[in-house]
């Protein structure tokens, strides 16, 4: 069975600074997508990144961009600029071959002034 | 062009009621998910639908709790017989997946179930 693990329950980072959050995952399928969704306080799920399995080029959207090793099973977020509203939990997600997803517990992201 | 919707975004029952959530997918979506977030947890896959049809529901449990997503109307879940347990905030989201890609899915803002 698939899982996901995001090992930093809480993660704190300055305004302006950048931010790295962790996810491992465990499958033994070879093709497959990998999500990082945001969920502010209003607790709506809003995707902030994805990226292909068999893509080797790491996906960015504007500030945001992840470190994919496919070998380590490793799949972690930057966050460059950080900026108030990027407060939220973050998590993790892996969309297996039945295509639904598997969601990592979460880390708790404060971004201060 | 509206995203996924859901009703009601809250809701309250005593134990031993009947909980029904809705489910509006975004327009030209044919498959609907169902997940769970437990406070201070991640979201949990419960069932996957199309119209008229259950394709995973491995994440249900096995008692009180069903789906349907009809051919005309929204997906409901509906949870018989509340216990304090099902409190939890419940996601549907949407997809227009084909049969030969996989695609975003796109979620509702939720129904937060609190079980009296």
């Known amino acids: 069975a698939q899982t996901v693990t995001q090992s930093q329950p809480e993660m704190s980072v300055q305004e302006a600074e950048t931010v790295t959050l962790s996810c491992t995952y465990d499958t033994s399928e070879n093709n497959y997508y990998l999500f990082w969704y945001k969920q502010p306080p209003s607790r709506q799920m809003i995707l902030v990144i994805r990226?292909?399995?068999?893509?080797?080029q790491n996906a960015t959207e504007n500030r945001f961009s992840v470190n994919f090793q496919k070998a380590a099973k490793s799949f972690s977020l930057k966050i460059s600029d950080s900026q108030l509203g990027d407060t939220a939990m973050y998590f993790c997600?892996?969309?297996?071959?039945?295509?639904?997803?598997?969601f990592g517990t979460g880390t708790r992201l404060q971004v201060f002034p | 062009n509206a995203g996924v919707m859901q009703n009601p975004r809250h809701l309250v029952r005593r134990r031993g009621q009947e909980a029904r959530l809705r489910c509006s997918p975004m327009?030209?979506?044919?498959?609907v998910y169902w997940y769970r977030q437990l406070p201070e947890e991640g979201l949990k896959f419960m069932v996957y639908?199309?119209?008229?049809?259950?394709?995973?529901e491995s994440g249900m449990p096995k008692e009180r709790f069903s789906a349907e997503f009809p051919k005309e109307g929204p997906s409901i879940l509906r949870i018989q017989q509340v216990v304090r347990g099902d409190s939890a905030a419940y996601f549907c989201?949407?997809?227009?997946?084909?049969?030969?890609?996989?695609?975003?899915?796109?979620f509702g803002p939720g129904t937060r179930l609190t079980v009296l």
């Open positions: 997600a892996f969309m297996s071959r039945t295509d639904k997803l598997i």
């Open positions: 639908l199309q119209k008229e049809n259950i394709i995973d």
């Open positions: 990226q292909e399995a068999y893509k080797q």
């Open positions: 989201a949407s997809s227009p997946i084909t049969s030969l890609s996989r695609n975003e899915q796109f």
């Open positions: 327009k030209g979506h044919s498959h």
